[in-house]
Structure formats: C-alpha cells, structure tokens
C-alpha cells in the first residue's frame, strides 16, 4: 500500500502528462479472486516467502527480473482431506496510466492454474477488459515458470498488447516466486531427509535397543540375543 500510494503521489507531481492517473476500478476482492482461483478448497493458510539474495540472484540471472520486495504472500489452500489444492499470490505493476494487481494461482507442481486482475485504474480498464473478454488470462493454465508468457495478447491496437505483455510478465513472476521459494525448498528439504534416513534409523535403532536393555532382564543370555538382533 505504502508502495502504490508513493507511485501515485510521485507520478502527480513528475509532470501535468502524467495527471490524468484515474482512480482505481476494483475487479475482484482479495477473498473471492482466493477462493475462485482455488476452487475445491476448504481452509486457507498464509505462507509468507522471504527469498534469500541466493535466490533473487538466481531469478534475475535466469530472466532479468530483480525481486525487490520485503517477502511474498501465498493463500495455500486445502481440500477435507488436507491436501494442497493449490497456492494464489498478487502481483502488482506500476505503469504510466496506473498500477494492474493481478492474482496468480499456482498448482502444487508449480504450473499456473488460473490468473485474475483483481485492480485496474479506470483509464488502463477498457484495454485489460478486452484482454479479459478474449480470454487471455485462461491462456497461462498450465504453463510453468520458464514458459513463455509474453505472447498471445493478439492483434488490435497497442494498449492492449502493451497490457497483455504486463499482465503475462506478471503471472510468469509469481510462478517464478513460487518455484523458488517453495518448490526447490521442498525439493532440497526432502533430499536432505532421504540423505540423513538411514543415519536416523541408525540412531533410533540404538536408542529402541538403549532402552529395550533399560527396561528389561540384565542378564547375558538376554543382551546376547538382542546384540546379535
């Protein structure tokens, strides 16, 4: 918020070109763009990713795009039987007629599976709505985060292509955000697991033995049997 009120302000005092910034349009609210990008979820957690300078590095070396913010928001959402349903986060670009905010939901296996505008300014609201009327946003289902997702705004005139390119830039950085700071975690969280098992099944072996001999007979014959075991 603090962001979108400093664009703004410094856009109305840049030049009287750029005065004609008009109010926001707001398309859908956080909650319903949430629940209708995660259809068949139940419950709703907050996942909150701060990417380490490792992997902001690595997302501006693979497609030129420096995450700046703090951390990012994920709306995880789960079915009855707890499993994940999929995860939404919003995105916002600020242009020269206005800031778009666009929410992006992303599969467990990082594929994009829907994509809304949720806020437009009401000059830019004529150009995106003929991008949503044409059904590019349905468009990015399915792609992952090294697709390409600067095509497909079509022919007609140049705003909407323009907007077409930020809004498909968009989607492509929250699945990239995603990759990064919950897949390749998991990923390298469940190596790690499958690496230390067998030591930990080693020393919970001896542990179960520790106190199999703590609570049982101290006789020979007994730790004989439970040595050789």
Known sequence: MTRRLAFLLCALAAAPALAHITPPVLLVSDRDAV?????????????????????????????????????YRFYIGRDEGQHDVGAVTFL?????????????????DGKVKGAAVAEVSEE???????LIDRGFLASFAGRDAHASFTG???????????????????VQRAALLYEAGVL???????HCIRVL???????????LREEWRASTCRCVHCHLQMDES
């Open 184 to 190: 390749k975690r998991e990923h390298r969280a469940l």
């Open 152 to 170: 497909g705004a079509g022919g007609g005139s140049s705003m909407p292509r323009f907007y077409g390119e930020i809004i498909g830039g968009l």
């Open 35 to 71: 629940a209708g990008l995660l259809a068949g979820a139940k419950r709703y957690f907050v996942r909150e990713v701060r990417l380490t300078p490792a992997e902001r590095q690595g997302i501006q070396k693979d497609t030129g795009w420096a995450p700046d913010e703090d951390f």
């Open 92 to 108: 916002t670009e600020y242009t020269i007629h206005g800031p778009v905010r666009v929410a992006v939901a992303l599969a467990p």
């Open 124 to 130: 830019t609201y004529p150009w995106v709505k003929t």
């Open 197 to 207: 098992e067998p030591q930990l099944e080693l020393v919970a072996t001896r542990v």
